[in-house]
């Protein structure tokens, strides 16, 4: 066919379905059609999406590593601007294998978990996994502070990705949360138990 596509989410209609348009262009258009489609998406009011996951750069050749993300780095977290800053794209929601535990960790700002690895009684954890340049990791990781660091995670499927582990220094007056399956959860918890 020798096209390309891009489409634009609209107002829902009088139903309640949703609604949107496509714009078709000559094959290698896509970057002009997605300035295009960027420039007229707020006039159909969904500009703001903020359940829409972070809008994926082109797919490129450049070298890219996989990181999976457990707390203040989630969609929608604190510091989740440090994945966007270094260009990376989600790939994924999941969990890891049930070999984890999962920990609030002591005076952290702003609050963040610790993920560890067990041999035994463990649980699977959900995670992000994001996609991002080989070339802006090495930045992304000098700004992990400890007892955070990146270590080798293994996802609910088997594969091993590249994550963010802790040191066992850090879990000293740390609070296991692994009942609760993963950070949101457990910070929604916390607000809950907070409102009443």
Not at 51 to 68: G, K, S, Y
Not at 117 to 122: D, F
Not at 139 to 167: M, T
């Amino acid at each position: 066919m020798n096209l390309c596509a891009i489409a634009i989410p609209a107002i829902a209609r009088a139903d309640g379905l949703p609604a949107g348009i496509t714009l078709i262009g000559p094959a290698g258009a896509d970057q002009r059609l997605a300035e295009f489609a960027a420039a007229w998406q707020p006039l159909f009011g969904r500009a703001d999406q903020r359940e829409a996951v972070a809008m994926a750069p082109l797919p490129c050749n450049a070298p890219t590593v996989q990181v999976a993300v457990v707390g203040a780095h989630l969609y929608g977290q604190p510091l989740n601007w440090q994945l966007l800053e270094s260009s990376a794209r989600l790939l994924q929601r999941t969990t890891t294998s049930a070999d984890y535990r999962l920990y609030a960790l002591a005076n952290t700002s702003p609050p963040k978990p610790g993920l560890v690895r067990v041999t035994a009684q463990g649980a699977s954890i959900e995670v992000e996994v994001w996609e991002m340049p080989l070339s802006l990791f090495g930045g992304f990781v000098a700004a992990i502070p400890a007892p955070l660091g990146i270590g080798s995670l293994q996802l609910a499927d088997g594969q091993w990705v590249k994550g963010f582990i802790c040191e066992p220094a850090g879990l000293e007056g740390a609070l296991d949360i692994t009942d609760f399956k993963g950070w949101r959860a457990y910070r929604a918890a916390q607000i809950s138990s907070i409102a009443h």
